[in-house]
């Protein structure tokens, strides 16, 4: 069993930059992980994956040229560095764990393990 602790997120104006992580612990080794949000109201959504060697990446149209994933496998964690962040942006942000590549990358009902979550508030 994976688990999964985000940090990193808070307040901040439209245009600045946040940057999350996410500590892994238990069996991670060949682990693909990823991000997701969710905004009140909405259903949760596909931010951001990366496979293990760090090699593939894939991102939510409307995330993309803004934020990147990244991973050091050696400290067993990820993160997401968020620039020109936007007040659409305002969500709670959860990192994501699966022991292969998920066969729909986008959905999250796939995906195994899940953090508790982190806030994001981007002001206007």
């Known amino acids: 069993q994976v688990q999964l602790v985000e940090s990193g997120g808070g307040l901040v104006q439209a245009g600045g930059s946040l940057r999350l992580s996410c500590a892994a612990s238990?069996?991670?080794?060949?682990?693909?992980m990823g991000w997701f949000r969710q905004a009140p109201g909405k259903e949760r959504e596909f931010v951001a994956s990366?496979?293990?060697?760090?090699?593939?990446?894939y991102y939510a149209d409307s995330v993309k040229g803004r934020f990147t994933i990244s991973r050091d496998n050696a400290k067993n964690t990820v993160y997401l560095q968020m620039n020109s962040l936007k007040p659409e942006d305002t969500a709670v942000y959860y990192c994501?764990?699966?022991?292969?590549?998920?066969?729909?990358?986008?959905?999250?009902?796939?995906?195994?393990?899940w953090g508790q979550g982190t806030q994001v508030t981007v002001s206007a």
């Open positions: 994501a764990a699966n022991p292969q590549r998920p066969t729909t990358t986008t959905d999250w009902h796939i995906w195994r393990s």
């Open positions: 238990g069996r991670t080794f060949n682990y693909y």
């Open positions: 990366i496979s293990w060697s760090g090699g593939s990446t």
